[in-house]
């Protein structure tokens, strides 16, 4: 059981490369989602999905992509990079039971540059 | 919008002090209020709150919600240097299922 993984952990880009980073669970969960960290800024959430093949916003999703092909899987696409997206970047996942609060279990982090 | 608001930003104490950390929030279809430690990697859980006037209690961690003024503290007793961390607080919104996290307290406890 390896919980959240993501890869890369480190990236460095050049503006308007693409790049895909990958997050997978293998604990069966239906909600993952990503999130991008920034000095002073928390988390913020950037896509989410509650199952396979349904995706939604978060509250900055622009310059980003995602899909959910299967309940594992939900990668976050950078179509053409831009220095405002140098961060780290996190995948969380979780059960979704009826009264889920929220709780989330987060993958170790993907630091990624835009130069 | 959903918005939660951490304070203070940044504290700094010596070894054996007591801390407390707030968090307030603005949610619509509110559910329930998370605390999390952040330390160099990824976030890690210590408590969910959803019914208001009810302590949560870990070792020397505590925290309480109050609906009624829509926040919450976290109280660390005894600090360690151990507990330095980056201490987030998120805020869940049943209705669209989304988490929204303050931008997180840094504690610094100096030996």
């Known amino acids: 059981n390896a919980g959240v993984t993501q890869t890369p952990k480190f990236q460095v880009l050049k503006t308007g490369q693409s790049m895909t980073l990958q997050c997978a669970q293998d604990?069966?969960?239906?909600?993952m989602s990503w999130y991008r960290q920034d000095p002073g800024m928390g988390l913020r959430l950037i896509h989410y999905s509650v199952g396979a093949g349904i995706t939604d916003q978060g509250e900055v999703p622009n310059g980003y992509n995602v899909s959910r092909s299967t309940t594992e899987d939900f990668p976050l696409r950078l179509l053409s990079a831009a220095p405002s997206q140098t961060s780290v970047y996190f995948c969380?996942?979780?059960?979704?039971?009826?009264?889920?609060?929220?709780?989330?279990?987060f993958g170790e982090g993907s630091r990624l540059t835009v130069l | 919008e959903d918005k939660v608001v951490q304070s203070p930003l940044s504290l700094v104490v010596h070894e054996g002090d007591t801390v407390t950390l707030n968090c307030s929030y603005e949610v619509t279809n509110f559910r329930s209020l998370l605390w999390y430690k952040q330390e160099k990697k990824a976030p890690t859980f210590l408590f969910m709150l959803?019914?208001?006037?009810i302590e949560k209690k870990s070792g020397r961690l505590s925290s309480i919600l109050d609906k009624k003024e829509l926040s919450s503290i976290l109280n660390i007793t005894a600090t360690q240097t151990g507990d330095s961390a980056i201490y987030l607080c998120?805020?869940?919104?049943?209705?669209?299922?989304?988490?929204?996290f303050g931008t997180g307290t840094r504690l610094t406890i100096i030996p």
């Open positions: 969380a996942s979780s059960y979704r039971t009826s009264g889920w609060g929220g709780e989330l279990f």
């Open positions: 998120a805020a869940y919104n049943f209705g669209n299922e989304k988490l929204t």
């Open positions: 959803t019914s208001s006037g």
């Open positions: 604990m069966n969960h239906e909600y």
